[in-house]
């Protein structure tokens, strides 16, 4: 998926790609990481909302290898490479999650939720809700506009 989903075709600049080839946006997205990692702790199903390429899916399933973890993604080619990085992600609108009520100990949703304001984040969190077990816990990060500007810089 575009780090910018605004640029045109031949200025795309992929998660992965992005990861690979800078230390800095590495080190910051491995700092940001850690955080939604700690949050895991207690967790055995675990989902990711807008899971874009897959990044955090891929270190939730290295720390928690007997854990249920599967990510969801509107974008069908961010879907296309977390399967081809045989992660569990599926094609679906965080507004109609295709799960049972009260499946996942923990939903995840890293900066995602500043995409939603023409799509109504109240949609999205009670549909969250619904997914989530009792006491459950949903953890949500959005980018601090000053450092997120920064690290955009330096990458």
């Known amino acids: 998926m ?9 200025e795309i600049v992929y998660q992965r790609e992005l990861y690979s080839k800078s230390f800095i946006a590495r080190t910051f997205r491995d700092f940001l990481d850690r ?10 199903k675990i989902l990711d909302v807008g899971c ?4 955090l899916l891929e270190k939730i399933v290295s720390i ?26 599926i094609l679906a ?6 799960f049972a ?8 949703m890293t900066e995602v939720i500043q995409y ?22 949903l953890f949500i990060m959005f ?3 000053r450092n997120y500007k920064v690290a955009r810089l330096l990458t």
């Open 101 to 108: 009520d009260e499946t996942f100990d923990t939903c995840i």
């Open 143 to 145: 980018p601090n506009d």
């Open 2 to 10: 575009p780090v910018d989903h605004k640029l045109k075709i031949d």
């Open 93 to 98: 609108d965080a507004k109609r999650l295709p």
């Open 52 to 55: 874009g390429e897959g990044l």
């Open 64 to 89: 928690k290898k007997d854990a249920l973890v599967c990510g969801i993604d509107l974008s069908p080619e961010n879907v296309e490479i977390c399967l081809a990085h045989n992660l569990s992600a």
């Open 116 to 137: 939603l304001e023409e799509e109504k984040p109240q949609e999205v969190i009670r549909e969250i809700a619904r997914v989530l077990k009792t006491n459950g816990q």
């Open 35 to 44: 955080l939604a990692l700690e949050a895991l702790k207690n967790s055995e």
